[in-house]
């Protein structure tokens, strides 16, 4: 992601599967929440990701932990 390259991975990656298992098997995907912030990647993240293949995955099982610099250590 951060050298631009894992979104257009990503995006072909998850249509080849779709194509392979068809409509009807589950897909999901499990990033790291921060991925989904945009302004983090120079190509979106998977903000990019979500507005092209998102109707293809079937939910995203998020990340929470592990976070490093941006943990979250409130409930805020």
Avoid at 19 to 24: E, H, L, M, Q, R
Avoid at 38 to 58: K, L
Wanted: net charge negative; aromatic share 18%; with cysteine.
């Amino acid at each position: 992601m951060n050298q631009g390259k894992g979104e257009a991975w990503l995006i072909s990656f998850t249509k080849a599967v779709r194509a392979v298992i068809g409509p009807d098997m589950i897909l999901s995907h499990c990033p790291q929440a921060p991925y989904f912030k945009r302004s983090y990647y120079m190509n979106g993240g998977y903000y990019t990701i979500n507005e092209q293949v998102g109707d293809q995955i079937d939910f995203y099982m998020l990340q929470f932990y592990n976070q490093v610099d941006s943990q979250y250590n409130t409930y805020q």
